[in-house]
């Protein structure tokens, strides 16, 4: 027996629910199949909302008449049918690793699809980005260093984006632990790079950024500082070809802005204690209430938005410098290719994890604990709370009396903190062992950014529905 949104929280979060979802969450037979096959937790994938997310985005460029690539951030999700639908599709990937990116150089990825963004890159890394001329952003001078070195091994011109940080916004410097400060990054450019120089194999492209953090304005305020740097460049003789904005756009996962308002004031009213936990342990994901008064920020994804995805991107490309000139004008006055690397607004929809009770119990404040065959690392991402109401499926065919039940719901690890949800949830009824929790719309970075095999566990299963039939889902590849 199921029914749509049937957890409820205090107050509720309804997550929006793609139909293909829930037409899987009503089809038990294929669930218990999947179960028995597979084991738990189990993740399913479904690739035709990719395609349409990166529609939505494309057409925002197009309108703009910018020219543009736009790389799937593949750290989001690591299921090799994301990339092979970014073949097809026409999409860049966005490499972090040297098996991300030896991987889409197997499936055939033309290299200059691909752009490798690691964070740390050792020789191995490097050797393989120079066999196939893979573009690579440098993040310091060490960087430069030692791809310089390589290339001339090679007899190599390496082709490069120089990562940066540190721009102006509301008269200060939005901090970053990468790349090279605004401040001083054109001189390093015209100084050390190319001909003439000390890395004399490294030539210039475009430049890079990845800003922490949502906002829309700080994304073009970075790519007016960006254009303003490419003009400096130029009275050097320097082309910058593109500027790559990295990934961040916002994405929607709630249907009600009220619900979102509700739970924070009910959250914040328990963390003052005016009312009864909220939470596991009362944590206030992110505030505090020290000296009787509450501190902090919400420390949580900002799962509900009303200007995100396409409405998003435009918004960024919409704003205006002093002079009341757009950063598309500039952008597309300068002939600068915009670039950009998304990762959950492409994943948008396209997956959800689901897992098998084992067990209930009452621990010694009279909670019921609802353990699932799972752990806390297999829906986790930066944010402190996955902030969406999963949905109960009771499998036994027998009736059930209804009386709705407060629950948290806990993981495998021997951990006193592996708590798969920290919000206290409220089901129709008490789950027996065997029954089923699916999370919504898990996709992008929750399901296996953070995902660890500590005590042996197996990774999580990942299946892609099969497109032919629609109704039956097949094994994934593995990473």
Known sequence: MFTDQNCHFYPPLTAIIDPWMGKIFRNLPLLENLFQKYGSPVNIHHTELFEKNYDRLTQVFDKHKLPHTI???????????????????????DTASYLELKQCLDIGFDPKKLVLTAAVKNEKLVNLALQHDVLMILDNEDECRLVNRLALEHDKTAHVGVRISGFQYKGSKLYSRF?????????????????GFEFVNLHFK???????????????????????????????????????????VLINYLSSLSEWEAF???????VRGERAPVTFGNTGLGYEFINGKLHGEPNVYPYYN????????????????????????????????????????LLDQTGFTMAKVIHRKRDSKGNWLIGL??????????????????????????????????????????????????????????????DIVCFPNTAGYMMHFYETRSHLFDFSTNLVMDETSGTSAVKQDEF
């Not at 750290?75 to 990937?93: D, H, M, Q, T, Y």
């Not at 953090?213 to 910058?240: F, N, P, V």
């Not at 944010?383 to 499926?393: E, G, N």
């Open 71 to 93: 790389f799937f951030a593949r750290k989001a999700n690591p299921c090799k049918v994301f990339v092979k639908e970014s073949k097809r599709l026409g999409i860049g990937v």
């Open 264 to 270: 924070w004031s009910e959250l914040k009213k328990a």
């Open 179 to 195: 790349g090279f400060d605004t401040d001083h990054v054109v001189e390093f450019i015209t100084s050390h790079l190319g001909s």
């Open 306 to 345: 009303e200007c995100y995805k396409e409405d998003f991107l435009d918004e960024v490309l919409t704003y205006e410098n002093h002079r009341g000139e757009t950063v598309a004008t500039l952008l597309r006055e300068r002939r600068i290719e915009v670039r950009m690397e998304p990762g959950r607004s």
């Open 373 to 434: 065959d799972m752990n806390h690392s297999q829906l986790n991402s930066s944010s402190a709370d996955y902030l969406l109401d999963p949905v109960f499926i009771h499998v036994k065919k027998k009736s059930r009396q209804v009386r709705p039940v407060p629950v948290f719901l806990t993981g495998g690890y021997c951990l006193e903190q592996d708590i798969i949800l920290k919000r206290k949830i409220v089901l129709p009824c008490l789950p027996e062992s065997g």
């Open 206 to 248: 475009g430049f890079h950024f990845h800003l922490n953090g949502y906002s829309s304005k700080q994304r073009s305020e970075a790519l007016l500082q960006s254009i303003y740097l490419a003009d400096r460049l130029l009275t050097h003789g320097i082309q910058t070809s593109f500027i790559d904005m990295g990934g961040g």
